[in-house]
């Protein structure tokens, strides 16, 4: 039933993925003699599977999504990020979790990390209105334009703040900035 469930999972056109460390073995004192592993999930519509691997790299993920090459959404992981940029879904909890990290630091880069946020809740204000079926999509897709470019022009005056850390997390974001947007235009 698992490799069943694999199977069509691999085949459907839309999924999400995470993975997260797992301690594996028997519990004992302090958790010693323990090997750290990981969980790898798979969600679709119809079923989720997950994986217990003891890596976090690129061979867990093709073992969990086989050679699939529909629509994927998902953090920024290294092992993601060979995927074709169009059919990528950057996950908005991370970048929301991202952007709260960068609200709290001092001075420019706390600033520009406060109105990330801002654009992310004005974002989201309108996608609640997409699924309680009280803004249209084609009109969605209008009013995202001008969020998009704002995000956009923050995270470039993010990439040269003087806050390294933040610097180089805008500089890893705006690698992969049209996968933000994959959600706006592809339903499901």
Known sequence: AVEEAKTFAQKEPI?????????????GDGQKGR??????GVVTRWVTVFLIHASRGTQAARELLGDFCGYLTSDRWKVYSGWFIRKW??????LKRDFTG????????GRIGAELLKQTEELF???HRIRDGTLKRSTFR???GPIRRRIGRLLEEGSRCGTPAMEGKCR????VFPAFWTFVRVEG
């Open 172 to 175: 890893e974001m705006l690698k």
């Open 35 to 40: 090997k750290k592993a990981w969980v790898w």
């Open 89 to 94: 879904q950057i996950c908005w909890a991370h």
């Open 102 to 109: 960068m609200s709290e630091l001092s001075g420019k880069a």
């Open 15 to 27: 999924k999400n993925a995470d993975e997260t460390g797992w301690k594996e073995g028997p519990k």
């Open 125 to 127: 204000a309108l996608w």
């Open 142 to 144: 209008v009013y995202v």
